[in-house]
């Protein structure tokens, strides 16, 4: 069945709109680049004023052009692009590419503009790619499609690469050329006003050419369905992405703890990201290490790396880095030893790494890597070759090639050479072993590299079935909401809790000082003594919290000191004192983001030390467990000093439930928990104070 | 006065012994980088197998040159070293570069070669560089050395690099020339035999031609002569390393939480670079991003970065990267935005960034830069661009030359552009603004000039006077080297940090249940008790320490608890109870580094979260000032919740303290003060328990 984007990356004939007579002009620089690319079908240039472009017949209009067209690259002014869009509709196009800028990015106006725009596209059953974007490129020889306006001609390879800013295109296709990373498609998305992130992601996990994603974004169209996407696809081809652009935009008025803490972090983008398998790169230099990496490469079977070099300080760079990032230094066996011994110059180290000194030439390297990669403790390399006088970098990379292409395991080279001789290399072997300019850069290749094959080894895990008892829930919100509250009591909060089986403390509503010595007594001494209405953040400061009360009469005094004698109302909640180890357990709503769950230690911690982790819902049991695991904390959890470990099944059902929670209400907005007491016993895992804000009604 | 390296670094005569008539042999292509570098001053070959090289007069030995000769560069096979050396000395030759390989690198024989040839060197007064080693450059035109087999002939610039390794000085040449960044001198120390990191470094503090140091160590030659020399000058010329290898070779047997948490972080080392003002990078490519930003930069008067650019996404990576490496974005007055707007395109955003749309020519790139520079809130800028087709690139940086020249404010390029038109941009502009070819790289080297400024303003603080009493320590150390003893028991260890003034728990030593408790009513209740004998790491687990004790009653029968009855030696110490945030105060040797101080936040999170700081000896108030400052829980002891801050100066004082006595006592090998309780007030800032190892007598 063919796919909506189909007319987008591979039609079978195009019309520039716009093409221009101008030399210099994008319309007649995207009419060359289609051309000098030799598109696989016919081409039809619209211009008014001119009845011949480039050799080709130009049509007054896309209506007046005799043939169906199936992809229409709309350059015409700003003002002209709705009617250019009727038409287009009119004739029968299946896809437009939107290059024209103008739209969203210049305010109110522009916005309202595209969305028109979008809506006429729509009303056609017609895909629209941009506005305000730098076009499409599809190298398959069977389409050989470059619908940009990029001064550079894509080299052919299997790499997709999604750019969501057009200018950063430019330099991405240019800087391609220069590392000779091939690529399979490329699509610049500029304002996202129809095709989205997420489209492009699904079309290309069915793309046989593409094997790897590179991807540039400032934002996702539509966060769940990305990360619903990118979480399928990603088990098969690795996402590599540069993210910019902040989570938030601006300072929010977060007046919880956990709405202050993913304000301030970004933390909250990577944990998204890495849910979604997605691996977050820091710069767009990475991206295409890691990218060529992948593309040249398969997965390693493991995390140990052996590095050969003909240099020692590089060799040691290599080293510290490999650590670093988390890769292991494989030990060679004795018989790799033994066999590499007699071959290597007098003063060689014969050891991981290998520095077989400034005389190593290419048959030397071709027999070291051979010999290294069919070693079974060693799961891929790192080649160093600082090119001395007497060694030809281009014989060096030729030997590497053919020892590589032998053993199924990834390679990464470094070449600290001149760029002369790198030019000529990309000449000689199209597809030669990926190259890095640092030992650095190639650490953290086959770190992406490793981390892929760890993310492919880790199973999905399971969304358990949890009973919960939704229409209580419903039922105590809809009372907030008719009340014009944003924020639950603490009483609500705990039996919304209670309603989706998250343990809390045990606890008693009082209305007198005698009903709190009563309740105080039947919970049993120690007891917590709390104002429970909304409103009150910091209750310690507040003064609406008492804790540690010992006896009836301490309880008695407790509640008219709370109530100020009945002054603040005479409602009190009397609970257990819980003890454990704190954590916080929380969720907030990204604007960017969508929905996530928050887990950290509690008290001091999360306060001061801001030690939390993040996951958007909804979560698998393996991804809660991951979750706990991800703070920095986790040993204390875990047990120090001869402690025990607290009941972590308890966390995690815990944890688990809130996803649920969460999933199952888009009103919610925020929730702490926090303490949330994690002990031993899993019955003694409870909540012991929450809040929950709920969105304002519009 | 002449320095004792002038024969290395200025030379008046060079022969080269070893010159070799093979055209690939190392001693014929130094002989041909010093003649085709034009040296300023006579060669003279030395080869006893031929009576002519490359056109010059080749001598049989060094004591055949009837002149008098300043430097030999040594290249001969490794037997013939010493003998050479011999004869150099016997000439009255002041300075040797040994290039030939096999010494200290290939094992012990190699060790005692290669220290007997210093030992003879020294004999004669002379300096020497290497063995093993490529060699040394000054690109002075008034002496023109090149005295390396490098195949890149240096550019002249005012950055001086240092490399250990030899082959990575080969393509540290290689990558110079790439980014057109000069060099006033390069030296390759490889052994360092004689000639060491700290004496290179001084050296080129003295010299008007070098203006920042980069450098590239795996080791320090004296750790302290380093930081007492670095210390220095890095307030006046900005020292950048990558220093490669591990802090500690190989895993230790770290008894104490302090050398364990050394040993597996690179903390210690980052501290000793911070300590010393050196900048320390994760790679060499940020290495020359750095240089080449220092090199043509001023120090920036503050951290305001102002952003231009033609395209949006690089913009905003480069935003996000500004905020990441915490520099500030510029806010633009109102006079700079007005005189902007009439220049700037339709639909420019006119902010910062600045995003000006890819019509962006040369004469609107420098005039924005110079408008925005002269804004009194910019410190430096950050100018991205990415040439679309019709915009020249090296008319773009020729605008922003003349525009960022009139203002003493730092600029920092990313041109996201092919390599052909970087190799023109060098022709045209020689020293033009320092280039990255990403955004992030920009930001971090604008960072890198930001954290100069700060070094630079921050004084060297005030090493304290204080009193102790140094012969009560060293009584102890020396009874207890008596006695054979690595490790001082619990009092001995709260005598030595009394007699040093770093307050301690009251206690007292008891030898019978009825003195501990008449001890624990006199100390008053609760009390601790502990058995105090050396050897006793994690003492709850031992059973050695007993605390909270409530009651004489108690007291009485911990007493025999602790004791068994008698059977393990019958003293026990009593001490007071302390309360306050625990902290962490120690020091260890490192075999590298030297002595450090640590500071870190106790109890839980010294084991866990691993939340310590290190700073070498000696410390001043400002440096104890910020190792306080320096761990993520400092704002737990600033005060959270409403909690006083502990009282500083106290906290501060003991560290002074401590310093103190670790730079009296070479033999302190490791010490654990913990917990130290900080506390708000400064007469309850004490020690509650300590470790004190001393080194082993050899």
């Known amino acids: 069945m063919p796919h909506s984007l189909d007319p987008i990356f591979r039609p079978r004939s195009v019309a520039v709109i716009g093409a221009s007579t101008a030399p210099k002009a994008l319309g007649r620089q995207i009419l060359e680049n289609i051309l000098n690319y030799r598109f696989c079908g016919p081409v039809y240039p619209v211009n008014p004023k001119t009845s011949e472009l480039l050799g080709l017949r130009c049509f007054p209009s896309v209506q007046a052009i005799p043939d169906a067209v199936d992809l229409a690259v709309v350059v015409v002014p700003r003002p002209a692009v709705p009617g250019v869009i009727a038409e287009c509709g009119t004739k029968g196009v299946r896809g437009v590419i939107v290059i024209t800028a103008g739209f969203r990015e210049t305010g ?103 094997s ?42 977060a007046i919880s703890h956990t709405g202050a803490l993913a304000a301030t972090s970004d933390l909250a983008l990577d944990a998204f990201l890495a849910h979604c398998g997605v691996q977050r790169v820091g710069t767009v230099e990475e991206l295409f290490d890691l990218g060529l990496a992948f593309a040249r490469n398969p997965l390693p079977p493991g995390p140990r790396v052996a590095i050969i070099s003909n240099a020692g300080g590089p060799a040691i760079l290599a080293t510290d ?38 005389d190593a030439d290419a048959p030397l390297y071709g027999f070291a890597l051979e010999r290294i990669l069919a070693d079974p403790g060693v799961d891929m390399a790192l ?143 120690p007891v917590a003594m709390k104002l429970p209405w909304a409103g009150i953040a910091h209750k310690t400061e507040a ?50 983001l969508g929905p996530l769950v928050l887990f950290g230690l509690g008290g001091l911690f999360v306060e001061t030390l801001r030690d939390v982790a993040f996951r958007p819902v909804p979560l698998t049991d393996l991804d809660a467990q991951e979750l706990i695991a991800a703070i920095r904390g986790y040993p204390i959890l875990a047990g120090v000093r001869g402690q025990k470990p607290v009941a972590f099944a308890s966390l995690e059902e815990a944890i688990l439930r809130l996803s649920r929670l969460v999933q199952d209400f888009d009103v919610l907005e925020e929730m702490d928990i926090n303490p949330f007491f994690a002990s031993e016993r899993p019955e003694e895992c409870r909540a012991a104070d929450a809040r929950i804000r709920l969105r304002p009604k519009p």
């Open 321 to 358: 880095a490999v650590i670093g990032h988390g890769l292991e230094m494989a030990r060679l066996s004795e018989a790799t030893l033994a066999a590499l011994r007699p071959r290597m110059p007098e003063h060689a180290s014969v050891s991981n790494p290998l520095d077989m000194l400034p």
């Open 212 to 253: 790897v994603v590179l991807m540039y974004l400032e934002s996702f169209s539509h966060p769940a369905e990305f990360a619903r996407v990118a979480r399928q696809i990603s088990r098969k081809k690795p996402l590599l992405v540069v993210k910019s652009g902040k989570t938030q935009a601006g300072a929010r008025a």
């Open 108 to 210: 109110e106006e522009g916005r309202q503009l595209e969305e028109a725009v979008a809506a006429e596209a729509a009303r056609y059953g017609m895909r629209l790619v941009g506005p305000n974007c730098m076009g499409v490129i599809n190298t398959d020889p069977h389409v050989r499609l470059n619908a940009t306006f990029a001064p550079t001609m894509p080299l052919a390879g299997n790499v997709a690469f999604l750019s969501q800013s057009g200018a950063l295109g430019v330099a991405i296709l240019s800087i391609a050329e220069e590392r000779n990373l091939g690529l399979s498609s490329f699509a610049s998305l500029g304002n996202k006003a129809d095709v989205a992130d997420d489209d492009v992601l699904a079309y290309w996990a069915d793309d046989p050419a593409t």
């Open 383 to 525: 080649v160093i070759f600082v090119p001395p006088l007497m060694v030809d970098p281009v014989e060096v990379i030729g030997a590497l090639e053919t020892a590589r292409r032998t053993a199924a395991k990834p390679v990464v080279g470094v070449l600290m050479a001149p760029e002369e001789s790198r030019a000529l290399l990309h000449e000689t072997f199209p597809d030669h072993l990926a190259l890095c300019q640092f030992p650095e850069s190639a650490a953290r290749a086959l770190a992406g590299l490793e981390r892929q094959r760890r993310w492919c080894a880790r199973g999905p895990g399971q969304e358990p079935k949890l009973q919960v008892h939704r229409a209580a829930v419903e039922q105590i919100l809809e009372q907030a909401q008719r009340e014009g509250r944003c924020e639950l009591h603490l009483h609500e909060c705990f039996q919304v809790l209670e309603a989706y089986g998250i343990p809390v403390a045990r606890y008693a509503l009082v209305r007198s000082a005698e009903a709190a010595e009563e309740a105080a007594r039947s919970l049993g001494f």
């Open 543 to 592: 003064r609406a919290l008492a804790l540690n009360i010992r006896s009836t009469d301490q309880a008695f005094h407790t509640y008219h000191g709370l109530t100020h004698g009945g002054a603040l109302g005479d409602t009190v909640l009397v609970q257990e004192m819980l003890s454990g180890r704190e954590t916080i357990l929380g969720m907030l709503r990204d604007p960017n």
